[in-house]
């Protein structure tokens, strides 16, 4: 009897560990695609953090727009850091 609640409680505390969270500041900053393997980098900052996802045969490179919508949903696998650098935007300064 033991073992089942045990085999419960860790089900549940694993369930709790995978648990989709909406991202909120999902910044969107650039696509490179590297010609050479065929991916696509697409960068993002969340919370100023760099993260990046990398499409293989770049088949969401005129889709950019699901792919933010898909790192705000948090349904992709965003990976840290940024592998191929890309010129961040500059803020607009009202002179």
């Not at 549940?12 to 910044?27: D, I, K, P, Y």
């Not at 696509?31 to 960068?43: E, V």
Request: proline share 3%; net charge positive.
């Amino acid at each position: 009897m033991k073992w089942i609640a045990y085999t419960l409680l860790f089900v549940c505390v694993l369930q709790a560990g995978f648990t989709s969270r909406h991202q909120e500041n999902v910044e969107f900053v650039c696509m490179k695609t590297h010609k050479a393997s065929n991916t696509c980098h697409f960068n993002f900052k969340i919370d100023g953090a760099k993260f990046r996802y990398v499409d293989i045969g770049c088949k969401y490179s005129k889709k950019t727009e699901e792919i933010i919508e898909k790192a705000k949903a948090g349904t992709i696998a965003l990976s840290k850091d940024w592998k191929i650098e890309c010129p961040e935007p500059k803020p607009e300064t009202g002179h």
